[in-house]
């Protein structure tokens, strides 16, 4: 089995650099990542069966190459041509340094030209040497809805014209933007969904954790990349505590901190310590800043609000957004009291983005439930609950109501057995 | 984000439809066709299905452990589902301009439901 797994590790890790490499040698992106697919299943066969070759990356650019051969055979009879003298060639005695390539291929699959869904899809196929298979597993939807989702991406970037080169200093601040977001939508997909129905999902999380590693040893000076990475790190360590056995989600304030990974905390304080001595500020950090100094305390009481407040300050300046601002309302309450929080509330809730917005709901009820207002926390509770589109927060949002709901007065002439009262 | 397409009918649509010329209903198919190739192709379709006639459905309720099935109220419903496509897309505006290609979509007859995620908590 450890076999299997080591196998499979390695695999993954010379996916994106013998993707890059066959490009290289041969063009088109399209035919060679479907080929470099091809050898990755092969190899997925053969190699705990048989051990792994002596020149593991070796093997699989021959077979790939192999593979994109013999598709591009398919083709016309001038590709044909082309592509017969491709192969005659010698191989490049020294192939470009991988890591670059890595980086071209990730700028690649997040292209401006797809949307979030498909760069989320085809970053995990071409750099994540993840089969369809599993990509739609992870992702709750059918193998062929993924495996359109990819091929239209590749028809989409090769519209664009897109090469596989670096884009141009000029691009780079925004195409790594986009590549950036995408990890982090991977991330989210797998952190935030709750286990039990959807256990393949955990999958990403390693994932995203993995690619942004990656993604690091190329740009070891970028401070975001870093960032992002020690967001995860310090979001994911919280893990173990965030679900109950029956799968429901637990609050933060709630957590059994002693089931927090210490290790993952630790590398994350480290990282995002060192991050934000050497590089220019960005929201990635200051989103790992705010996650450092929670897995800080030691209990939910010892937070340190004051240092969240202020750093929510300086990332409502650094990337304004409608969740920042909420958060940072919260921050307010936890300094200021809930008064504060709620007289900015009802400032923000004027924001078009945040008007009718569920979690505005979810931040009031918060608020007025630390300010002692029982029923109108528990109305603004079941209203979140009504509007929100995620199930484990409805489920958590009906949970916090139902602690906070009016004793039951009436007189039920046909009392349901099948409904127990629970009420703290 | 996935959503529900809805597609119900009446007796109004039915006669509507019964009252179609062979083209006009050819039309109508070929609409729905067009649609299912068109989100096949852009990786939005999850699944499609159209429902057999309710007369045909069986209502189940499980008594003292035994699950029971009777014909039900069914028959009797005046609109009931006919069909529907289960797409995963970017907005709900993107999900409605899909939806209001489908031909019963001009009698007022589909109705688009956004699909609870798994994922999503917020962190508080």
Redesign the interface.
């Given at each position: 089995m450890t076999g299997a797994a080591e196998a499979e590790n390695l695999i993954r890790e010379l996916a994106p650099q013998v993707l890059g490499i066959l490009v290289r040698r041969h063009g088109g992106f399209e035919a060679c990542e479907d080929a470099v697919q091809e050898a990755l299943l092969a190899a997925a066969l053969q190699w705990p069966a048989e051990g792994v070759p002596a020149n593991p990356k070796g093997w699989l650019i021959t077979v790939a190459s192999r593979r994109r051969i013999e598709l591009s055979r398919n083709e016309t009879a001038r590709r044909r041509r082309e592509q017969a003298a491709a192969a005659l060639a010698p191989p490049d005695p020294e192939p470009a340094p991988a890591t670059d390539d890595t980086l071209t291929l990730f700028l690649l699959c997040c292209h401006p030209s797809l949307?979030?869904?498909?760069q989320v899809a085809l970053t995990l196929r071409a750099v994540g040497g993840l089969s369809t298979v599993e990509i739609a597993r992870a992702f709750?939807?059918?193998e062929?809805?993924?495996a359109?989702?990819i091929s239209?991406a590749k028809q989409r970037i090769k519209a664009s014209g897109a090469e596989f080169q670096m884009p141009p200093q000029a691009e780079l601040p925004q195409r790594m933007d986009a590549l950036l977001h995408a990890l982090y939508l991977i991330f989210?997909?797998?952190?935030?969904?709750?286990s039990g129905?959807?256990l393949h999902?955990s999958g990403l999380v390693a994932e995203a954790i993995r690619l942004t590693r990656q993604l690091r040893r190329a740009l070891p000076e970028d401070g975001e990349v870093a960032g992002l990475l020690a967001l995860m790190l310090l979001?994911d360590a919280r893990r173990p505590a965030r679900t109950r056995a029956d799968g429901t989600?637990v609050?933060?304030a709630e957590q059994d901190r002693g089931r927090w990974d210490a290790r993952a905390i630790a590398e994350g304080t480290a990282l995002i310590t060192a991050t934000l001595a050497t590089a220019p500020i960005g929201p990635y950090q200051l989103q790992a800043a705010i996650a450092a100094v929670h897995d800080e305390a030691a209990c939910y009481a010892d937070t340190d609000w004051r240092q969240i407040l202020g750093l929510y300050d300086l990332l409502h300046l650094a990337a304004p957004g409608p969740m920042v601002t909420l958060?940072r309302i919260?921050a307010t309450a936890m300094v200021r009291g809930p008064r504060t929080g709620l007289r900015q509330l009802a400032v923000a809730e004027a924001d078009p983005a945040l008007a009718g917005h569920h979690?505005v709901d979810?931040?009031r009820a918060?608020l007025l439930e630390m300010a002692g207002d029982r029923p109108a926390a528990h109305a603004h509770y079941r209203l979140a609950a009504r509007r929100?589109?995620?199930?484990?927060?409805?489920r958590?949002l009906e949970a916090r109501a139902a602690r906070l709901a009016p004793p039951v007065t009436c007189t039920d002439p046909e009392p349901d057995p099948g409904r127990s009262q629970q009420r703290s | 984000?996935k959503f529900l397409i809805l597609i119900y009918s009446n007796p109004v649509s039915r006669q509507i439809w019964d009252g179609l010329s062979e083209e006009q209903r050819a039309g109508g198919w070929r609409a729905y066709t067009e649609l299912n190739e068109d989100l096949?192709?852009?990786?939005?379709?999850?699944?499609s299905e159209a429902l057999a006639d309710p007369s045909l459905g069986k209502r189940v309720s499980v008594r003292e452990g035994k699950a029971m099935t009777s014909d039900g109220p069914f028959a009797e419903v005046k609109e009931h589902l006919a069909g529907f496509f289960l797409i995963?897309c970017?907005s709900i505006e993107r999900a409605v301009s899909r939806a209001a290609r489908i031909p019963e979509a001009a009698y007022g007859l589909v109705e688009v439901r956004?699909v609870?995620?798994?994922?999503?908590?917020?962190?508080?």
């Open positions: 949307t979030p869904v498909s709750l939807v059918p062929a809805t993924v359109q989702r239209r989210n997909e797998g952190y935030t969904a709750s129905s959807a999902r979001t989600l609050p933060l958060n919260v979690r979810a931040v918060h929100t589109l995620s199930l484990p927060e409805q958590y | 984000m096949a192709a852009s990786g939005e379709m999850i699944v995963e970017e956004p609870l995620d798994v994922s999503g908590m917020m962190e508080m």
